[in-house]
């Protein structure tokens, strides 16, 4: 299986300012025959129903707000939220789709400071 | 957009089977994949298995000898058994739209806790 591994595993970051979360895989999720790499965030708040973000390690899903943006390639991944609001407060995964069994990480809780 | 929701006990004893159903509205239920993915409490989230529409099943090999994944078309509806469940089965699971990909829909999860 592939290990996905996030940090840190919590922050807390100030109204306005940059959320930096990032996840590590134990092995490539990069195709090469596509040249894309099979990851995606997700966003998980108390009570809702778990939100995508972003796949294909960089594309916003429809809808999802400019502030957040993936990046990363082969290993090693960073979703960013660059001007945080009250309403990011939530538990962010990372998930490998490359191969099964399809796994996430450990999640990061992120709050107000 | 597809809404999904789950149903089923709250409560199921050790060793008994765990039996939820994902009811599936407001959208096209035919020609995806339908998911059950579960967050025990703490921890992170686990993928258990997907149907395909066409029948097809693919499970966690964590999991494969006890999970069964199947479709009821008619009611569009998709429902996950667990046998032999123990303590560790205590979860909040979920049901999503999509397979061997992402998945762009979920349901709000439910929370199943195995105790006598």
């Known amino acids: 299986d592939i290990v996905m591994t996030q940090s840190p595993d919590s922050l807390a970051v100030s109204l306005g300012e940059r959320a930096t979360i990032n996840c590590k895989s134990s092995q490539s999720v990069l195709s090469r025959s596509n040249n894309r790499d099979y990851l995606a965030w997700y966003q998980l708040k108390p009570g809702q129903s778990p939100k995508l973000l972003i796949f294909w390690a960089s594309t916003r899903e429809s809808g999802v707000p400019g502030r957040f943006s993936g990046s990363g390639s082969e290993t090693d991944f960073t979703l960013t939220i660059s001007s945080l609001q009250a309403e990011d407060v939530a538990v962010y995964y990372c998930q490998q789709y490359y191969s099964p069994p399809w796994t996430f990480g450990q999640g990061t809780k992120v709050e107000i400071k | 957009q597809v809404q999904l929701q789950e149903s089923g006990p709250g409560l199921v004893k050790p060793s008994e089977t765990l039996s939820l159903t994902c009811s599936v509205s407001g959208g096209s239920f035919t020609n995806y994949y339908w998911t059950w993915i579960r967050q025990p409490p703490e921890k992170g989230l686990e993928w258990i298995g997907y149907?395909?529409?066409?029948?097809?099943?693919n499970y966690n090999p964590s999991l494969k000898s006890r999970v069964t994944i199947s479709l009821d078309t008619s009611k569009n509806q998709f429902s996950l058994r667990l046998n032999s469940v123990t303590a560790a089965d205590t979860a909040v699971y979920y049901c999503?739209?999509?397979?061997?990909?992402?998945?762009?829909?979920w349901g709000q999860g439910t929370l199943v806790t195995v105790s006598s």
């Open positions: 999503a739209k999509g397979g061997g990909l992402t998945y762009d829909s």
């Open positions: 149907i395909h529409y066409s029948g097809s099943t």
